[in-house]
């Protein structure tokens, strides 16, 4: 399933943060800066010092224009310069453990990875009974919908190939807008990724990482509003949706840069 090509593939990650200083301090010093290429944090407009800790260490911080997390991801494409992204939050609930081994399997030939909380005996320390029924709920109407196999569709801690973002058209206002203006907010890419990785046939795996109890901070989730528009946009594609990955794929041109020395 892969050769000498693959294995040297680099790894972005991707490392989502608002208002987080007490999980980036514990959870940023245990990425081995060994494990990838590049790590971008991507803060939605911190006020609590995540910002700051992040530069005075090191990392290379965006801080978003927009606000919503599907922009978090948009605004940072042309800087992305690794074959395979790797996407987390430091809130603790995504164990850093498990980035060499989702990464190795994008590596080995498959096209999406996820970090799955509830395959085989992994758990979550994190859900309650609603979080837990709606992931379990929303994975159930994915795997019915559209083909999947999945114990968890939702989650935000996977590794993928960059090129997926293309040809699953997630970079794309019309994949969302309908969905965020019916129901007044605005969503992220995650559960629409594992919708089209399902009905476009591209190569899925899942590991069962679990998910620990958060370290500090407070969560960000709107429940009834994210809810209902990711329910949705799984109807939607189930009646609209494409089921032929896209063609276009463009590459960003900093990436044409970086890969041609221009």
């Given at each position: 399933m892969h050769s000498d090509a693959t294995l040297d593939m680099r790894l972005t990650i991707l490392a989502l943060t608002l208002n987080e200083i007490d999980g980036v301090r514990v959870i940023l010093p245990r990425i081995d800066r060994a494990w990838y290429d590049q790590l971008i944090v991507v803060d939605g407009g911190s006020t609590d010092g995540t910002i700051e800790w992040c530069r005075e260490h090191g990392y290379e911080v965006h801080v978003q224009r927009r606000r919503g997390?599907?922009?978090?991801?948009?605004?940072?494409?042309?800087?992305?310069?690794?074959?395979?992204?790797?996407?987390?939050?430091?809130?603790?609930?995504?164990?850093?453990?498990?980035?060499?081994?989702?990464?190795?399997?994008?590596?080995?030939?498959?096209?999406?990875?996820?970090?799955?909380?509830?395959?085989?005996?992994?758990?979550?320390?994190?859900?309650?009974?609603?979080?837990?029924?709606?992931?379990?709920?929303?994975?159930?109407?994915?795997?019915?919908?559209?083909?999947?196999?999945?114990?968890?569709c939702m989650v935000i801690y996977r590794a993928f190939r960059r090129d997926l973002i293309w040809q699953l058209d997630l970079d794309q206002d019309e994949s969302y807008e309908l969905a965020e203006r019916l129901f007044g907010t605005i969503i992220s890419w995650e559960p629409l990724m594992s919708v089209r990785a399902s009905r476009r046939k591209m190569r899925v795996d899942e590991i069962a990482v679990g998910e620990p109890a958060r370290i500090g901070g407070q969560r960000k989730l709107q429940l009834f509003r994210w809810g209902a528009a990711y329910y949705f946009q799984f109807w939607h594609e189930a009646l609209y949706g494409r089921k032929a990955a896209s063609e276009r794929a463009p590459v960003p041109a900093k990436i044409k840069e970086l890969e041609t020395g221009d």
């Open positions: 997390i599907r922009f978090a991801y948009l605004e940072v494409l042309e800087k992305i310069s690794g074959d395979v992204v790797l996407t987390l939050s430091p809130d603790g609930n995504c164990d850093p453990q498990w980035i060499p081994a989702l990464a190795d399997r994008v590596k080995q030939g498959y096209d999406l990875v996820i970090g799955s909380r509830y395959k085989a005996d992994a758990k979550s320390d994190d859900d309650d009974i609603l979080t837990g029924f709606g992931n379990w709920l929303f994975t159930r109407t994915v795997n019915v919908l559209h083909g999947g196999s999945y114990t968890d």
